[in-house]
């Protein structure tokens, strides 16, 4: 088989740069290891910037999202018994965000995929990319026990954060950067009304809390939980019991609580891989880099680079410049750099950590106290948040 561009993971990365490709005319083929059903059983994302919404409908794959998705204008920060909110439509010069789920988003993206008739190959086993640094790089995988090989010119690894793409940069050219944090997030999706319009981080002594939601019917909740706890240590009461104690009074009193229909725990890591190119092979999201998801940054920091990515490819297979590539790693990291930071500022602000000492925490309560002080300090964290420019 040949193709222009191959592409290892059939996430959200992937099936984006896919789906923008192929409307340009540039051939792709997609590898995913797992089956499409193991994919969209996944539960991660819910918040997209107005970057990410864009792209979705360049991509022709924004009509459920611009129907069924809710644009958000501000969430509130629960401190210290209070709840303040931030206008992020206010400080972020007239943007908002988007509020629609990682998973029905990827359905979007397989659903166009399928109607162009995209190459998307599923349980695609020991897929591994050679000769990267050839013009001839290829990929193969199995299908049972068939091998099969892949020409093409270039290779995306958009295998996420456990995928072989990154593995296959040799380790005295890749640099890894990573902070790893004491405590997980412990998330509950459940058939209720949410109990909040707008989302609420809640800073509590006995740990993170975050009410989101999915819909008016869906509600996607968050408690921070110690590393060494597991998913069986928590039963849906004991869950919403512990929830409704890190939450406001008020807010508390008005939760609809139900069955949970997902429940896992989420390690909280800070990761960067660079060079984010190695040869013909690029590395795009989770592949490169991970952040906590207290500021919403994941799978918005995967759709920067698939833009940068989408954008040189063009450039490369329609005007012969092959300039966008070249400077792909260095343009894609100083933004990934600018969420990483962002991330790690929210959730240190925001989560109790074991190992605090007391001038520790009286720092995080003047963070908390300057940011509402300053409207520089408002605007600030809403550029952030609603995503900063491609
Ligand atoms: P993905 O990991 O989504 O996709 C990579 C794909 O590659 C997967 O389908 C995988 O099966 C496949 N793959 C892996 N190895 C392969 C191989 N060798 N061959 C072929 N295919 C292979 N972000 C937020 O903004 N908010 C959140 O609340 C949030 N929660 C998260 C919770 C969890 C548990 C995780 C893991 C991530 C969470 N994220 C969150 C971040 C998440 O949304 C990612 O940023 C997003 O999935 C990135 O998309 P991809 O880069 O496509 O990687
Ligand atoms: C979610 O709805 O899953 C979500 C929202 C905002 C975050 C993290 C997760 O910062």
Redesign the pocket.
């Known amino acids: 088989m040949k193709t222009q561009v191959c592409i290892?993971?059939?996430?959200?990365?992937?099936?984006m740069l896919s789906q923008l490709l192929h409307l340009k005319g540039i051939n792709t083929v997609v590898?995913?290891?797992?089956s499409r059903e193991?994919?969209l059983g996944?539960?991660?994302?819910?918040?997209l910037e107005h970057g990410f919404a864009a792209l979705m409908r360049e991509a022709q794959c924004g009509e459920r999202m611009d129907k069924e998705g809710e644009i958000h204008d501000g969430f509130i920060i629960a401190h210290d018994g209070k709840m303040d909110r931030i206008d992020l439509h206010k400080y972020s010069g007239g943007s908002s965000v988007v509020v629609y789920g990682?998973t029905e988003l990827?359905r979007d993206l397989y659903e166009a995929r399928d109607r162009m008739k995209g190459i998307v190959i599923h349980n695609?086993e020991?897929?591994q990319p050679h000769d990267l640094k050839s013009a001839n790089p290829y990929v193969t995988?199995r299908n049972g026990d068939e091998v099969v090989r892949i020409d093409c010119d270039f290779v995306i690894g958009?295998?996420?954060?456990?995928?072989?793409?990154r593995k296959s940069i040799p380790r005295d050219v890749l640099k890894e950067y990573e902070k790893v944090y004491p405590f997980g997030?412990l998330?509950v999706l459940s058939r209720t009304k949410p109990v909040s319009p707008e989302l609420i981080y809640a800073k509590h002594e006995r740990g993170f809390a975050l009410c989101?939601l999915r819909s008016q019917v869906l509600s996607r909740y968050?408690i921070q939980v110690p590393l060494t706890d597991t998913v069986e240590d928590w039963s849906d009461e004991a869950f919403w019991a512990e929830l409704k104690r890190r939450l406001p009074a008020e807010v508390a009193a008005k939760l609809i609580t139900g069955a949970s229909i997902e429940k896992?725990i989420?390690p909280l890591r800070s990761f960067v891989a660079e060079p984010m190119r190695y040869g013909n092979l690029f590395l795009?999201?989770?592949?490169a880099h991970?952040?906590p998801?207290t500021?919403?940054?994941?799978?918005?920091?995967?759709a920067s680079d698939i833009y940068y990515l989408y954008h040189a490819m063009v450039a490369h297979y329609q005007n012969g410049d092959s300039t966008g590539l070249d400077k792909y790693s260095e343009k894609a990291l100083a933004r990934v750099w600018k969420a990483q930071r962002f991330s790690w500022w929210m959730t240190t602000m925001l989560h109790t950590f074991p190992d605090s000492i007391a001038y520790d925490q009286k720092l995080q309560d003047t963070d908390l106290a300057y940011l509402f002080s300053s409207e520089k300090a408002l605007g600030s964290l809403a550029e952030n948040y609603v995503g900063l420019p491609f």
């Open positions: 290892i993971g059939g996430g959200p990365s992937g099936l590898l995913e290891r797992q193991y994919v996944r539960i991660r994302a819910g918040v990682q990827t695609a020991d897929v995988y958009a295998d996420g954060f456990h995928g072989v793409s997030w998330g989101s968050y896992s989420a795009a999201g989770d592949a991970i952040v998801p500021g919403a940054r994941g799978l918005n920091s995967a």
